[in-house]
């Protein structure tokens, strides 16, 4: 099936460092959300982006929809032991009152203390 | 709120058996979504039922198969095991959620059935 190109597929970083995986389509979306799996859990949503150019924030992450709504970005500033886990892109497309999303492969994230 | 719920946790069956697992969405939400999970290839969407109809269906064999109930509980079927069905199955309960005007389903994950077949 159709899948987003996520990158990097994973990083392997120093606590306090700043992280940056990004999710690129070749279809449009009405919607980019970003979902993180902990070890052991299902994924959790972080942010939801619906507006092209939208930059969006929750606590140290920062999220863009970019403008062509083909891509997405997360950043993560000051990283810390418990962003351990895998994050996806997922882009959510409408057709009438069908969505479908689609996601990425995931970018596997480890914080070395 | 009870998250969402699946039952069993862990599973081991051998090549050839047949396997059912089973998914209690959030009280309130009719959107079942079924997700086969392994290492490197992602979340890959099995099929999603909304009011006990199958409204998408993923790229799987007709070996994967589910339904669900009158109260949205969901359950999987995967007929005939090969040992490349092992993974990691998570079931998504959604919620339409409206923000800005605009309007995007989010979806609420079990822990998942890890399914080994020997």
């Known amino acids: 099936g159709q899948q987003l190109n996520q990158s990097p597929q994973s990083m392997f970083i120093q606590e306090g460092e700043d992280v940056s995986m990004n999710c690129t389509s070749s279809?449009?979306?009405?919607?980019w959300l970003w979902y993180k799996q902990d070890p052991g859990e299902g994924p959790v949503l972080l942010i939801a982006?619906?507006?092209a150019g939208e930059l969006t924030s929750n606590g140290r992450l920062t999220a863009q929809f970019g403008i062509t709504r083909k891509d997405s970005f997360l950043n993560i500033s000051a990283s810390i032991p418990s962003d351990v886990g895998i994050y996806f892109c997922a882009g959510e497309s409408n057709a009438g009152n069908n969505r479908k999303l689609i996601w990425g492969l995931g970018t596997s994230l480890a914080v070395n203390p | 709120k009870a998250g969402v719920t699946q039952t069993p946790r862990y599973l081991i069956k051998t090549r050839g058996q047949q396997v059912t697992l089973s998914c209690s969405p959030i009280s309130g939400h009719r959107s079942v979504s079924w997700y086969q999970q392994t290492p490197g290839q992602g979340l890959q969407f099995l099929f999603e039922?909304?009011?006990?109809?199958?409204?998408n269906k993923g790229n799987f064999p007709g070996r994967f198969s589910g339904r669900q109930f009158s109260n949205s509980r969901s359950e999987m079927n995967v007929s005939t095991l090969e040992l490349g069905d092992s993974a990691l199955y998570l079931c998504?309960?959604?919620?339409?959620?409206?923000?800005?005007?605009?309007?995007?389903?989010?979806?609420?994950f079990g822990p998942g059935t890890r399914l080994t077949v020997l």
């Open positions: 998504a309960s959604s919620l339409a959620v409206l923000a800005g005007g605009h309007s995007y389903n989010e979806q609420f």
């Open positions: 279809s449009i979306f009405n919607t």
């Open positions: 039922y909304f009011s006990e109809t199958q409204r």
């Open positions: 982006l619906y507006k």
